[in-house]
């Protein structure tokens, strides 16, 4: 074991944030090699069919929301780091953050999705993008209702790396 606790190389299984000391540490990526990596997270926000129409229009108090929405997801993506201690910093290659408002049920999907070619994955930059798009969401309508629920935020699908391709949306 090393001076720092940090010791070996974790086995497969094993928790890989964890010291030999079950410290946090940040993973060791570096003799990992680079690959193209892609996540896609989503989240929804419910909301009264009134208030979905309103975001259509754009005639909410703050304006129109949904431009807002998807550059706060972008912007989210890029500062994963700052925000999840343990995640590195990875060179995103592209963002895309959807969102799709059913007015008659008040229903918002928000689907995020990250690309890089790095050494490890992009799906916290997809959740986070997906969560903060949600949380700007209820910041532009809160002044228009402020019973708005956030739920159902998950990683939909992955790619690249180790594991390879995972579908999460089948069975």
Request: aromatic share 0%.
């Amino acid at each position: 074991m090393s001076a720092d606790g940090t010791g070996p190389a974790p086995e497969p299984g094993e928790l890989t944030h964890l010291d030999t000391r079950g410290r946090a540490r940040m993973v060791d990526v570096g003799g990992k090699p680079v690959t193209e990596r892609r996540a896609t997270a989503s989240c929804e926000v419910r909301m009264a069919p009134d208030t979905a129409r309103r975001l259509l229009e754009g005639d909410l108090p703050k304006g129109d929301a949904l431009p807002v929405v998807r550059l706060a997801g972008i912007q989210a993506a890029k500062r994963t780091p700052e925000l999840i201690p343990l995640c590195h910093h990875v060179a995103l290659t592209a963002v895309e953050v959807d969102v799709e408002v059913e007015a008659d049920t008040g229903l918002v999907r928000l689907r995020a999705t990250a690309r890089a070619a790095d050494r490890t994955g992009v799906e916290m930059e997809a959740m986070t993008a997906a969560a903060v798009a949600a949380l700007t969401l209820y910041d532009l309508v809160k002044a228009v209702q402020r019973d708005v629920v956030i739920g159902e935020l998950r990683l939909r699908h992955k790619a690249g790396g180790r594991s390879g391709e995972v579908d999460l949306d089948a069975g």
